[in-house]
């Protein structure tokens, strides 16, 4: 009976990952597609053209939902036995990794991306170093994280033991522990100095800070929730049922390689065995924030809103001048991608030479 409500419960999971598919194709296709298309058309006056950083971003969140369409048309649920039933079983257990970490790939360096970029032209702005430590370490981090995650697949088929899919998941845990204080940082210290300084209605507009704010809110929420769940699967199965010494397809022995097999059928599970759903509905949250942030990415920026007083900003006078607003945003979200951006004292100086300009122009109208 167990087992009859389990397998029940895994075709809704699925049904509903199925579902979600086509929205997040279409999120993720949709902001592509604007931002390709602003940057191949000349802006007109008031529209936000995308950072170099924040269009890899929207192009690698483009591939994501390709590879989770793979990764889960031949939907695999971990059992309380450490083992991953698949509802089908059809596709071999080398595809459905290989998949997982081109997905896992394209989602976590996007993320890194934004992270990143959002760190720097923050601090660009506001005409502050960025903490270049902190930039550093998140970038190694990333780097050697996404790069564990397929060494750990890569053992798990190669050994047929479990413990490396719960390695794979230490690898997840610290990337996301650095996230978690990175965005905090962002959230709790960064942001929060536009509004102290009235740098959204003098420099930047409302619908840039809003973004970074947006993104940030949404990385915090799949940081929090990933790193409230999976130390405990983790300590679970490796302390306390010795993921080392159980294979991962039952049936084969440890140390086999069994790429070229399929996960067992939810069918074929034991007496006793249930399936746990954690990793399907942090898979699934995951999924709708990335859509969240597309649907936001590709609707943000049609216009600039015009304020009717004065703009006033501590790094330059008065301008009402809306073009400046546009070349000043544009500057700022440059100087992302420059190099030394974080140590240089260039922005806030071109931001004064601009705003001359601005009065300049101001007087002659």
């Known amino acids: 009976m167990s087992s009859h409500r ?4 895994a ?3 699925y049904a509903i990952h199925m579902v979600s598919l086509p929205y997040w194709f279409l999120s993720a296709f949709d902001a592509l597609w604007k931002q390709l298309k602003k940057k191949r058309n000349k802006p007109s ?11 890899i971003s ?3 969140l483009a591939m994501y939902p390709v590879a989770d369409a793979v990764r889960g048309l031949d939907a695999c649920f971990e059992g309380t036995d450490g083992v991953c039933w698949s509802l089908w079983e059809v596709f071999p257990v080398w595809l459905r990794l290989a998949s997982w970490w081109i997905r896992d790939v394209m989602l976590l360096l996007s993320i890194a991306v934004q992270i990143d970029c959002t760190i720097s032209w923050t601090h660009a702005a506001l ?3 960025a903490p270049t430590n902190l930039r550093r370490v998140l970038r190694c981090i990333a780097v050697v994280c996404t790069t564990g995650i397929g060494l750990m697949f890569t053992g798990a088929a190669m050994t047929n033991r479990q413990s490396f899919g719960m390695c794979a998941l230490c690898f997840v845990i610290l990337l996301n522990g650095s996230w978690a204080i990175a965005n905090s940082y962002l959230l709790y210290r960064t942001i929060p100095e536009f509004a102290k300084r009235g740098m959204p209605s003098s420099l930047l507009p409302w619908a840039a800070v809003a973004q970074a704010r947006l993104t940030a809110q949404l990385i915090l929420f799949c940081n929090v929730m990933i790193l409230a769940s999976f130390p405990c699967i983790v300590f679970q199965r490796l302390v306390q049922k010795h993921a080392h010494s159980r294979p991962t ?11 070229n097999l399929a996960s067992p059928s939810v069918t074929k599970m034991p ?3 249930s399936l746990d759903f954690t990793l399907e509905i942090v898979e699934i949250s995951i999924g709708w924030c990335v859509c969240v942030y597309l649907t936001s990415v590709g609707r943000r920026g049609e216009a600039i809103e015009e304020s009717p007083e004065p703009m006033k900003s501590p790094i330059m006078g008065a301008s009402n001048d809306p073009q400046y607003r546009l070349d000043v945003l544009h500057k700022s979200l440059e100087m992302m991608d420059a190099p030394n951006a974080s140590q240089s004292e260039s922005f806030p100086q071109l931001v004064r030479d601009d705003g001359v300009a601005a009065h300049r122009r101001q007087k002659e109208m």
């Open 6 to 9: 389990d397998a029940q419960i």
């Open 11 to 13: 075709m809704a999971f």
């Open 45 to 55: 006056q008031g529209v936000m053209l995308p950072s170099e950083g924040e269009f």
């Open 58 to 60: 929207t192009l690698m």
């Open 127 to 129: 005409g502050l170093n």
């Open 249 to 259: 397809i039952p049936g084969h022995s440890l140390g086999s390689w069994v790429g």
């Open 271 to 273: 007496v006793g065995v």
